[in-house]
């Protein structure tokens, strides 16, 4: 292989890393559950980028094949992304339990309108609505989108929260003066519930897509 195909891999490698994970080649490695050194050792020069590592790495980012290999930077990247589906579903009634978060399939969501609204691919993620106490906003079955990078609760949105191993999706507002936080669902029928900031309650992260329309 040449040095010069060697870089031309290597700055598209970069690029891609820093798109997609700010720079950080840990956190592309975790995504994907891989070793980092051997992309280190290859930003670094100490090991050439061949063709089976430029395969794999076009495979992860969902690249045409030899993509990588384009000079002066990636033309075309795949349309649609693949969003891990969890066997988990988030509750609109009393609760479900999160022990085990396992991913079940990939839904497909086209990539130009997760750019549009600037959310980061990785840190999303796609649930089944489960029970009736969000209806009419959400209905029991359906999937929406989980950003797991807004966790600040900002009020009237909605949110997946989690508390003694449950997890719910509710319309959250902070109570003035107390700190405390309020979860409310959309069916009259459910009570809201408050918390207290010793209560051991955790953002899972803001519901912001569900079927094509922005929450």
Same mark, same amino acid.
């Given at each position: 292989?040449?040095?010069?195909?060697?870089?031309?891999?290597?700055?598209?490698?970069?690029?891609?890393?820093?798109?997609?994970?700010?720079?950080?080649?840990?956190?592309?490695?975790?995504?994907?559950?891989?070793?980092?050194?051997?992309?280190?050792?290859?930003?670094?020069?100490?090991?050439?980028?061949?063709?089976?590592?430029?395969?794999?790495?076009?495979?992860?980012?969902?690249?045409?094949?030899?993509?990588?290999?384009?000079?002066?930077?990636?033309?075309?990247?795949?349309?649609?992304?693949?969003?891990?589906?969890?066997?988990?579903?988030?509750?609109?009634?009393?609760?479900?339990?999160?022990?085990?978060?396992?991913?079940?399939? $990939?839904?497909?969501?086209?990539?130009? +309108? @997760?750019? !549009?609204?600037?959310?980061?691919? &990785?840190?999303?993620?796609?649930?089944? %609505?489960?029970?009736?106490?969000?209806?009419?906003?959400?209905?029991?079955?359906?999937?929406?989108?989980?950003?797991?990078?807004?966790?600040?609760?900002?009020?009237?949105?909605? $949110?997946?929260?989690?508390?003694?191993? +449950? @997890?719910? !999706?509710?319309?959250?507002?902070? &109570?003035?003066?107390?700190?405390?936080? %309020?979860?409310?669902?959309?069916?009259?029928?459910?009570?809201?519930?408050?918390?207290?900031?010793?209560?051991?309650?955790?953002?899972?992260?803001?519901?912001?897509?569900?079927?094509?329309?922005?929450?």
């Amino acid at each position: 292989m040449s040095d010069r195909l060697n870089a031309i891999r290597v700055n598209n490698f970069l690029r891609l890393v820093k798109e997609h994970f700010d720079g950080s080649i840990n956190a592309f490695a975790k995504k994907y559950g891989i070793s980092p050194t051997p992309y280190y050792m290859i930003t670094k020069g100490n090991r050439q980028f061949g063709s089976k590592v430029a395969k794999t790495v076009e495979q992860l980012f969902k690249l045409q094949p030899g993509n990588l290999d384009l000079d002066g930077g990636i033309a075309e990247y795949e349309t649609v992304l693949h969003i891990p589906v969890y066997s988990n579903r988030l509750s609109a009634g009393h609760g479900n339990t999160i022990f085990e978060q396992n991913i079940v399939r $990939y839904h497909s969501v086209d990539r130009s +309108d @997760i750019k !549009i609204f600037g959310w980061k691919e &990785e840190t999303l993620c796609v649930f089944e %609505i489960q029970g009736d106490s969000m209806v009419p906003e959400l209905y029991d079955g359906q999937k929406v989108i989980v950003d797991i990078s807004q966790n600040e609760i900002i009020d009237n949105r909605i $949110y997946a929260i989690s508390m003694e191993n +449950d @997890i719910f !999706i509710k319309k959250m507002f902070k &109570e003035i003066g107390s700190g405390k936080l %309020i979860a409310r669902s959309e069916n009259p029928v459910y009570p809201e519930k408050h918390f207290n900031m010793h209560d051991d309650l955790k953002v899972v992260g803001r519901v912001v897509y569900l079927l094509g329309r922005v929450l």
